[in-house]
């Protein structure tokens, strides 16, 4: 299975080489436009599947295209935007059997290296924090596109998946077997800056 979070994440570094200088720089995620989504997937009780997102985001990345592995990614989650269509379970995820918001307002993910794939793809691996605990992860991502857009601006897009173990950031409550593991996707647009 594919992996990823949060974060986030830069299949940037699947662009090709022609007039590459002028994809380099910062982008900063598409926050105000809402062209961005982190959702979350996980069994319920091994009979069907649960979705959800966190509805408030923020990140940014720097894409190197002369030196694509020097590229990098942040990303900031506000834990309380957690939503799951259903605002019973959304007060149960907020407290401390889950995202405990009071005490951790904020999941995040910084990039330590990128690693190009053969295959078009690129491995994000970096420092992903929630409830406090901070472990290594690897972001599949995948490029989509780039280019100028209609308001003089030019924009660059990608998806990006993985897996986390609930006990591995200390979230106490246990499920059973079947959801021992949330799957998340990250998509996101940046406007450069």
Do not use: C
Request: aromatic share 10%.
């Amino acid at each position: 299975m594919k992996k990823l979070l949060l974060a986030s994440a830069v299949s940037i570094a699947l662009i090709g080489t022609a007039n590459a200088n002028e994809h380099s720089g910062t982008y900063a995620f598409d926050k105000e436009g809402a062209h961005q989504f982190v959702t979350f997937k996980i069994s319920h009780l091994g009979y069907s599947w649960l979705y959800g997102r966190f509805n408030d985001f923020d990140g940014e990345f720097v894409y190197d295209a002369e030196n694509p592995e020097n590229s990098s990614v942040t990303v900031t989650i506000d834990t309380a935007s957690v939503d799951s269509n259903h605002a019973e379970r959304d007060r149960h995820l907020r407290n401390e059997d889950f995202l405990y918001v009071n005490k951790f307002p904020q999941a995040t993910f910084k990039s330590t290296r990128v690693v190009l794939g053969d295959d078009g793809e690129a491995d994000i691996i970096g420092d992903f924090t929630l409830r406090g605990v901070t472990r290594e992860i690897t972001l599949e991502a995948e490029m989509h596109g780039h280019g100028q857009d209609p308001w003089g601006g030019y924009r660059m897009g990608f998806d990006a998946e993985t897996e986390l173990r609930l006990k591995d950031y200390g979230i106490p409550m246990d499920l059973g077997e079947a959801s021992e593991t949330v799957e998340i996707k990250i998509s996101i647009e940046g406007i450069r800056q």
